[in-house]
């Protein structure tokens, strides 16, 4: 209940409680679950009601802030165009307007902010995130996935997970080996970064970006997704 219904209403939190809906109604519609506890026009009105609530913090240049009057965050965008996108594989209609205006933002950031100067690692941080999502909505762009791989060294793990998998879902509709071998390369880096203890394996960042959403935990989750 926590997951799927956060006391606050920003976007991300609203974007947030979402996503554990969209889990739910993926495993419910295969079927090989019992699932018989969670009741499906729950999950709908969850899904529905939680879009229309982002929709609103929408901005006149497609970007989405916290809130209805903050200014569009570009990461922020990202979450929220992969949030879309995840519903609407799980079957539900979503307002491909607001996407495409979204979508926009993203690229207009990329175009914005150059990969120099005292903003380098966070603009690149940044650029990892959208690129994989729009790389998971099939607009996967090799240049700028190009770009990104020659700097980065200044990549966080998680922007390294989300290089590798952009460069992934690139492959798996035009394979080269020449990508392949980029992919190599950024596991084996994440692979040497893994911290093992009696517990398990985790990855840690050597510094936590919160304007990013960071935390290890999630680092890990995506590190494994990779």
């Known amino acids: 209940?926590?997951?799927?219904?956060?006391?606050?209403?920003?976007?991300?939190?609203l974007a947030s409680s979402i996503l554990p809906n969209l889990a739910i109604k993926k495993l419910a519609d295969l079927g090989k679950f019992d699932l018989k506890a969670i009741n499906i026009d729950d999950l709908k009105k969850n899904v529905e009601t939680g879009l229309g609530q982002i929709y609103q913090n929408q901005?006149?240049?497609?970007?989405?802030?916290l809130w209805?009057?903050?200014?569009?965050?570009?990461?922020l965008t990202a979450y929220v165009v992969e949030t879309m996108h995840e519903a609407e594989t799980a079957g539900y209609s979503i307002d491909k307007n607001i996407m495409t205006k979204a979508i926009t933002f993203m690229k207009n950031f990329i175009k914005n902010n150059q990969l120099v100067g005292d903003k380098l690692a966070f603009n690149a941080n940044n650029r990892a995130y959208i690129l994989y999502v729009l790389s998971e909505i099939g607009q996967?762009?090799?240049?700028?996935?190009?770009?990104?791989?020659e700097i980065r060294k200044n990549l966080?793990?998680?922007?390294?997970?989300?290089l590798a998998i952009a460069y992934q879902n690139l492959v798996e509709t035009k394979p080269d080996q020449s990508i392949q071998d980029k992919i190599n390369s950024?596991?084996?880096e994440l692979e040497n970064a893994a911290l093992q203890t009696p517990r398990g394996v985790s990855f840690e960042e050597v510094n936590l970006d919160y304007s990013l959403f960071d935390s290890n935990t999630r680092t890990t989750a995506v590190v494994m997704k990779a």
């Open 1 to 13: 209940d926590y997951l799927v219904s956060f006391p606050y209403g920003c976007t991300e939190q």
């Open 59 to 65: 901005q006149p240049n497609g970007g989405f802030g």
């Open 68 to 75: 209805i009057e903050s200014e569009g965050n570009a990461y």
């Open 140 to 149: 996967g762009d090799l240049g700028l996935n190009n770009n990104l791989w």
């Open 156 to 162: 966080s793990l998680i922007s390294k997970a989300y």
């Open 186 to 188: 950024l596991l084996k």
